[in-house]
């Protein structure tokens, strides 16, 4: 799978662009023997540019570091600095399992760097619309009825948990702080290589383009398709 996607250099920019914003919101980078870990790594994995990224997913797959269970982590507690999930959070039946099993082998101060759907109205419109087995539903509840990692995920779960029920998310988990929850500005250019799924629509040329646009204070915020949330555990 990640062969096809070698085809496709502008594309595999945009998912390092991603990654980069992730490592940088990530804690203790100047520090050696740092343990990072990636759930719900899917095809393309963070350990493809970061090698020191171990990358899990629920199913085994060759390419990956090995299989884990958000809401029930075969780890030792305390042993983990930074937990990163891509396009992930969505899909995870119970959030509050996994922010109780977060809690528990996270070190001190260690981090949840989360990418997952935006949601503005660009977000609302597109993603019930290009994935017919995922809804949008700024309605729901935090729990998956399906049950299931794959079918049925609602990609307004960030939404939910870090806007709509926030004061929730803060009683339920007193330890956790959530120190940044920004748009990611590389939507535009993420749609126009047409993402995982579609067929590019515009030359790498118009892309490189589109990357410059993207670092400049113009690029609007309603064109933004992901954002990036992170999670602080208290060092108390």
């Not at 060759?62 to 982590?73: K, P, W």
């Not at 535009?188 to 515009?202: D, S």
């Amino acid at each position: 799978m990640i062969v096809e996607f070698l085809k496709k250099p502008g594309f595999l920019q945009v998912v390092f662009d991603i990654q980069k914003e992730m490592i940088k919101c990530s804690s203790s980078t100047d520090k050696i023997d740092v343990k990072n870990l990636e759930l719900g790594a899917g095809v393309l994995p963070m350990k493809m540019f970061y090698p020191d990224v171990k990358s899990t997913d629920v199913v085994p797959s060759a390419h990956l570091d090995g299989v884990l269970d958000a809401s029930n982590l075969d780890l030792k507690s305390n042993s983990i600095d930074n937990l990163f999930l891509q396009n992930t959070f969505h899909h995870l039946p119970d959030p509050q399992a996994f922010f109780n099993e977060a809690f528990r082998v996270l070190k001190k101060g260690g981090r949840i760097v989360i990418v997952d759907p935006y949601h503005n109205k660009l977000s609302s419109f597109l993603f019930p619309r290009l994935f017919a087995t995922e809804t949008f539903e700024k309605r729901g509840s935090w729990f998956d009825a399906s049950n299931h990692a794959m079918i049925g995920a609602n990609q307004a779960l960030t939404y939910i948990v870090f806007c709509r029920d926030l004061e929730l998310f803060n009683r339920s988990n007193p330890n956790f702080s959530l120190i940044s929850a920004e748009p990611l500005k590389s939507g535009l250019r993420y749609l126009l290589t047409g993402g995982l799924n579609f067929k590019q629509l515009v030359p790498n040329s118009v892309l490189k383009l589109m990357s410059v646009f993207e670092k400049s204070r113009f690029m609007p915020r309603f064109l933004s398709i992901h954002w990036i949330v992170v999670l602080k555990k208290s060092l108390d």
